[in-house]
């Protein structure tokens, strides 16, 4: 198994709803990350983890919080979001930190 | 944060014919990173070039580095209509990738 997988495909939800994005990998990668992706932009780094610990967050609020429960499967849960947080989220791994990342689909959050 | 700046930021061509695209960058890295990605969908990883490196090349891609100039570029030659996407450079430095702007790639039948 070579691929990233996220669900869902896509995702709307209200500003006071909680939701969850989930990421998974069978490649055996020690390095997982979120990455947030507003229209004709680059990706921008969210949360990193390596070993399963959270290793970098780039100051994200605390309305986005991440959880590794284990080495193939990242999360990232969502609460009170803003409008402006509508975006593509993507979920990337690694086999270890500063090395290839491998991307998967992304989920299309729109925040009403 | 967003280290790199690509150039052009847009770019049309004529399927057959050659497209380069430039990157920039301002800290020191451990590696440089192009991926390519087609409309709203996932990024796809090209090629990764190391500092010690100064070029390399995968099938119809060549990349160079120069790190003194802190530059990078990409070439594709006899581009293909399945080659139009967006092509990001990233670079590594501090365990995470920063990408650059991007260059948005047209190729003409």
């Known amino acids: 198994d070579t691929e990233v997988t996220q669900t869902p495909k896509h995702l709307v939800m209200g500003m006071t709803n909680k939701k969850s994005l989930k990421c998974e990998q069978h490649?055996?990668?020690?390095?997982m990350y979120w990455y947030k992706q507003k229209a004709k932009k680059p990706p921008e780094l969210m949360f990193v983890y390596s070993y399963e610990k959270l290793s970098i967050n780039e100051s994200v609020p605390s309305r986005f919080s991440p959880e590794c429960p284990n080495s193939s499967l990242l999360n990232l849960h969502l609460h009170a979001l803003q409008p402006e947080d509508s975006a593509l989220y993507l979920c990337?791994?690694?086999?270890?930190?500063?090395?290839?990342?491998?991307f998967g689909p992304g989920t299309r959050l729109t925040v009403l | 944060s967003q280290q790199g700046e690509e150039d052009p930021q847009a770019l049309s061509i004529q399927e057959g014919e050659n497209a380069t695209m430039n990157c920039s960058y301002k800290t020191s890295i451990n590696n440089l990173q192009w991926y390519r990605q087609n409309s709203g969908r996932g990024l796809v990883h090209l090629i990764l070039?190391?500092?010690?490196?100064r070029e390399k090349h995968s099938g119809r891609l060549r990349v160079t580095l120069d790190t003194s100039k802190k530059s990078s570029s990409l070439l594709i030659t006899a581009s293909r209509a399945a080659d139009t996407a967006s092509y990001f450079c990233?670079?590594?430095?501090?365990?995470?990738?920063?990408f650059g702007a991007g260059t948005t790639v047209t190729v003409r039948a």
């Open positions: 990233a670079t590594d430095s501090s365990d995470k990738l920063s």
């Open positions: 990337a791994s690694s086999p270890y930190l500063t090395d290839t990342q491998y």
């Open positions: 070039i190391r500092s010690n490196e």
């Open positions: 490649m055996g990668h020690r390095a």
